[in-house]
């Protein structure tokens, strides 16, 4: 090997511009893709671009790569650049601090669903020939003053050239970053680094936050003599986009089974919180609103927590990777994979409708006492959760064929990927539909109601974007705009006196998001608490 890729240095430097050049093709490949990239001024961003990163690498390898470290801590930047590219490119995903909390949050089955074949081949591609060269460099010991002189000038001299292509490039540097501001997280591997150094510091810097309580002052309405204490089931759907849904005026047929239902509302104008499920629920089911919650400065209890002291029955039965933290304080189940049941499949997944088997007997072990003042139960779906979307639905669900049956959406039809993830929307109508006939059938006489919403959305493709999890502001409308549907019987429109009828009139005006959720249950479980706000009940102008 040249003599010059024997020492910290020449490694160093040839590494920070493989990082930048090569394990940077999917940044690359992003703006060659962007509509904005012709004229001259474009070459000179594409060039000084490169070296800017190169130089942000040298500065950083510079202070952490020396000593016994300088192997270790190249090895891993090629790796994680490695793993980055692979999933940049094949979901055309960005890596951000939510990504990362993502992917340590969802549980192992999900994890396997994203990995395929072409992680190997990206991984040997973009991270293998750096590896070789780190492997076979043969660097001499140098003594300390010598390693903190050359450690040193890397600094300063990468330093001073980035200074120089920033002054010389301003122009285009400055003006393509504000347009695409997504370009940052897609700066490989600088930006899995950042987002893990971010997740590790935040909670130094931002001491943990105050634990309130919320809603001592709960209490709930004085029933009438004939009326029934309420039950009632929220859905918290995964990964479905309102679009998708024929009751939304998709042309497909995705919801036959809920476009029957009469006493039923789907709002077609409804908003999510984030655009994770790590972000979405514990900020849907707080009292805070997007806003409130985000610039928090103490965290709070939840709405399940303020159902819970107002005395009634609550119970989260999970069907996927947990509840985030909303269910911490009350009694929470674990759909566990019953290999007997026609819903479960033999590598432990079933379908969300397996939830509804011994729902009852569930329902029963929650306290006596609290039931009779009313339930609450929360059903966690998996839903539409990608990419594995051929996964989430029965073959007697499968209507829209072919379906792509991979995992690596890319290599697939937009089509046969759109076919798979409205079977799954085929799936949850058929699970909603029986919830409510379960509800029907189950609690005749009583007031119950259902209420499904959504987490987030999801990308299919669109401008070639799959999944979800965009940094909110930029993220597309398909990851952010959600569907929420309402069913009551009878029987608890007439006992909270709202009208699914006057709902549905009301349709076109009304603008919703998560930020809706909690005054809304608080308001149909008749609930009184100062954290009630009316002007955020979805049920307030059509309640007489
Ligand atoms: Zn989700």
């Not at 395929?116 to 081949?121: A, G, K, T």
């Not at 707080?286 to 103490?298: C, I």
């Not at 990777?321 to 049941?341: D, F, H, L, W, Y």
């Not at 029987?491 to 009301?506: F, P």
Request: with cysteine.
């Amino acid at each position: 090997m040249a003599s010059w890729l024997n020492t910290p240095i020449g490694l160093i430097v040839v590494i920070s511009i493989w990082l930048a050049t090569i394990a940077n093709f999917p940044l690359w490949r992003t703006l060659t893709l962007m509509p904005d990239n012709h004229g001259s001024q474009y070459w000179i961003f594409i060039f000084s671009f490169s070296i800017i990163i190169a130089s942000l690498n040298a500065i950083a390898l510079g202070v952490l790569a020396w000593g016994v470290f300088l192997k270790p801590v190249l090895a891993l930047s090629t790796v994680a650049a490695g793993f980055g590219g692979y999933f940049m490119l094949t979901y055309g995903i960005v890596i951000d601090t939510g990504m990362i909390r993502n992917v340590i949050q969802t549980d192992v089955r999900e994890v396997k669903d994203l990995l395929d074949i072409r992680l190997p081949i990206t991984l040997l591609l973009l991270s293998g020939p750096p590896l070789v060269i780190i492997w076979f460099a043969n660097i001499r010991p140098r003594t300390i003053k010598l390693a903190l002189l050359q450690q040193i000038g890397i600094i300063l001299g990468a330093l001073a050239l980035l200074v120089a292509v920033l002054l010389m490039a301003y122009q285009p540097f400055s003006s393509t970053m504000r347009n695409h501001p997504q370009v940052r997280y897609l700066i490989n591997p600088l930006n899995s680094f950042y987002a893990l150094t971010k997740l590790g510091v935040e909670p130094l810097i931002n001491s943990p936050k105050e634990f309130k309580t919320l809603g001592e002052d709960v209490r709930l309405s004085e029933l009438k003599k004939e009326e029934q204490p309420p039950i009632m089931i929220l859905i918290v759907g995964e990964t479905v986009r309102a679009q998708n849904l024929s009751l939304n005026s998709y042309q497909r047929t995705t919801t036959p089974l809920l476009s029957q239902e009469k006493n039923l509302f789907s709002a077609e104008n409804a908003w999510s919180c984030g655009t994770s499920t790590a972000e979405s629920i514990p900020c849907m089911f707080s009292n805070l609103g997007r806003e409130g919650y985000l610039s928090r400065k103490a965290d709070y209890e939840n709405l399940l927590d303020v159902i819970q002291r107002a005395g009634m029955a609550v119970l989260w039965l999970d069907n996927q990777s947990g509840c985030k933290g909303v269910c911490e304080r009350i009694p929470t189940q674990q759909a566990i994979p019953n290999p007997s049941s026609k819903f479960c499949t033999q590598d432990g997944t079933c379908q969300d409708s397996f939830m509804l088997e011994n729902l009852k007997e569930r329902i029963d072990t929650l306290p006596a006492d609290r039931r009779k003042h009313g339930i609450v139960l929360v059903m966690h779906q998996m839903g539409s959760h990608g990419p594995a979307y051929f996964k989430r639905s029965m073959p007697e669900r499968k209507k829209f064929l072919p379906e792509c049956k991979s995992a690596n959406l890319q290599s697939c039809s937009r089509e046969s990927v759109m076919n798979a993830y409205d079977n799954s929307i085929l799936e949850t109508d058929y699970f909603l539909k029986n919830v409510i006939k379960w509800l029907d059938t189950t609690y005749k006489d009583r007031a119950t109601s259902m209420m499904y919403v959504s987490d987030h959305g999801e990308s299919l493709g669109e401008g070639n974007i799959y999944l979800h999890g965009l940094p909110y502001v930029f993220a597309p409308e398909t990851q952010k705009k959600i569907p929420w549907i309402l069913w009551m019987s009878d029987k608890m429109q007439d006992q909270t006196g709202a009208s699914i009828a006057c709902l549905n009139q009301r349709k076109e005006d009304a603008l919703i998001s998560h930020d809706n959720y909690f005054h809304t249950v608080i308001g149909m479980l008749n609930a009184q608490t100062h954290t009630y706000r009316r002007e955020l009940d979805l049920l307030s102008a059509c309640r007489q």
